[in-house]
């Protein structure tokens, strides 16, 4: 954590066109992501204190205990002694309701591993019991990308009509065809028209996704960065992995294209289902495999499984290296300062991924990233530490306890002050499920990946008067203008920030 203020602390004042400082006498800028030692026994330090309640979303949403981390160790742990079976409807229910979002685990005093634990029971419970048809189809469809890349294709299809803008609304048709529509490029409003056809900077005609004019180009050589570019991020946010390429080229590095990826997996492991992620992760590994100097991902559910493919394939030497490369997007640009763009007059309210900040414990790297943006007035959304619903598939197969735990995040948003424009977060479930949210809730705020904000901040540098860039702002807490449960989120974001 350290090591990434200092990331981001080298921000101002970076030269242009300077390496990335990712390597030699600087290489703790972007430290490899270290597993913990596996605990052999990762809920045997519950004290059950009962600190990790006010953290939990499901406990939040439902007040019962046996939705709660704690009742939820005392489950895993019976079923681990065998004093209950895998059917037991108790187990089933409340294990079954637990998003994995690993918001409990750092509010942990006594250091309790809970996603290993869950990740072991809910192995244990896919083994004995199988996964409800609905869970089977989707996880079937995303183990081949001959299935997923149809669907998804013809989804943006869908999107490009235009449907799920005028289907979008609140019952659960609806809110997928908001999930759909909240997949969608935004285009941001220009500044006083600078960008009008012809003027310096526009766009061509042909251009369909901007792209970053006039970069300069820094000195070799350039570390190299293969993309993952994942199921959902390759096909409804293609647009985001293009602007993942166009910010990091323009920050230092050479990012090159590797075929024959997979899915990473991650819907599989939080399913349970170790033998499909490991088959997915041994794809990825003999495409990915010395591909590259990094492994980039933008996609904070995506990293966090990337990171752990080692513990995954039993400590594979291959696997270990593989997943010590591997960094979120945000974590290369922090590395290179990043280079600032042009002003973007936005009120932006970055919302933090749990895979992210949980999982991956990267907390500031994103918030350097949307720094970066002169003009955008930043604040971090009040409860960012806490779960939106998505959780890869449980939106889908558990769509009332996903969308009480989201109501939480959109009164946030409804109640913050001034209201944000935009809703920034690194995860596309969680874009998906806040932008879904924002449309039921008749709200008029969009939801971005950072990346594309930068990207369109770097699109507008040529329009500017040459050397004009204008100081960075620094990230404001939300004034405290909530009710009581936002206020405390809104503390709690404050201290762990500070503490970062
Ligand atoms: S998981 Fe940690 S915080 Fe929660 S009850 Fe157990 S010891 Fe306390
Ligand atoms: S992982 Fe999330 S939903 Fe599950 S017990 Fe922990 S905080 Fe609650």
């Not at 001959?146 to 799920?164: S, V």
């Not at 960065?225 to 166009?246: E, I, W």
Request: hydrophobic share 40%; proline share 8%; charged share 20%.
């Amino acid at each position: 954590m350290a090591a990434e203020r200092r990331n981001g602390g080298t921000a101002e004042g970076s030269p242009e066109g300077r390496r990335p400082d990712v390597a030699g006498e600087h290489s703790s800028a972007v430290p490899p992501f270290r597993r913990s030692a596996e605990p052999s026994d990762p809920l045997a330090p519950c004290v059950h204190c009962g600190f990790c309640l006010p953290a939990c979303p499901t406990y939040i949403a439902t007040g019962d205990e046996a939705d709660s981390p704690r009742g939820r160790i005392v489950l895993m742990r019976t079923l681990e002694r065998n004093e209950i079976g895998a059917d037991d409807a108790a187990l089933t229910q409340h294990l079954d309701a637990c998003l994995g979002c690993r918001g409990c685990e750092p509010v942990c005093p006594s250091g309790v591993a809970y996603g290993r634990g869950l990740e072991q029971a809910r192995a244990r419970l896919f083994e004995e019991r199988g996964l409800p048809p609905l869970a089977r189809t989707v996880l079937g469809v995303f183990r081949h990308a001959a299935l997923w890349r149809p669907l998804f294709t013809a989804a943006r299809a869908l999107r490009a009509a235009g449907l799920p803008r005028l289907m979008a609304g609140t019952g659960r048709f609806g809110f997928g065809m908001g999930m759909l529509e909240a997949s969608r490029r935004r285009r941001w409003p220009e500044d006083n028209g600078r960008h009008e056809a012809g003027a310096p900077g526009a766009p061509s005609a042909g251009a369909s996704d901007g792209g970053v004019p006039g970069a300069a180009v820094p000195a070799p050589p350039r570390p190299t960065v293969a993309l993952f570019r994942g199921c959902v991020m390759d096909t409804l946010f293609r647009h985001v992995n293009d602007a993942t390429r166009r910010v990091l080229e323009f920050n230092g590095y050479d990012v090159i294209d590797v075929e024959g990826q997979a899915c990473c997996g991650a819907l599989h492991e939080h399913a349970g289902d170790r033998a499909g992620t490991a088959a997915l992760a041994r794809l990825n590994l003999a495409a990915l495999s010395d591909s590259a100097d990094y492994i980039v991902t933008n996609s904070a559910g995506c990293g966090a499984l990337l990171k752990d493919y080692g513990h995954l394939l039993h400590d594979d030497a291959a696997a270990v290296a593989l997943a010590a490369k591997v960094r979120d997007v945000s974590e290369l640009l922090a590395a290179a300062g990043p280079r600032p763009g042009a002003p973007l007059a936005l009120d932006v309210a970055y919302d933090a991924p749990c895979h992210l900040q949980h999982a991956q414990r990267v907390h500031d790297a994103p918030l350097a990233v949307l720094r970066a943006i002169p003009g955008l007035r930043l604040r971090l959304l009040p409860g960012s530490d806490q779960c939106c619903g998505s959780a890869g598939i449980y939106s889908v197969l558990r769509p009332a306890m996903a969308r009480a735990v989201l109501a939480t995040k959109i009164e946030a948003i409804a109640a913050a002050e001034p209201r944000p424009r935009v809703v920034a977060t690194g995860n596309p479930g969680c874009l998906m499920q806040i932008g879904a949210g924002l449309i039921a809730a008749g709200l008029d705020i969009a939801v971005a990946h950072p990346v594309e904000l930068l990207d369109e901040s770097y699109r507008r540098l040529s329009s500017l008067p040459s050397p004009s860039r204008p100081d960075r702002l620094s990230v404001h807490q939300w004034p405290p203008a909530f009710s009581s449960t936002s206020t405390a989120s809104s503390s709690t974001t404050s201290r762990s920030t500070a503490t970062r």
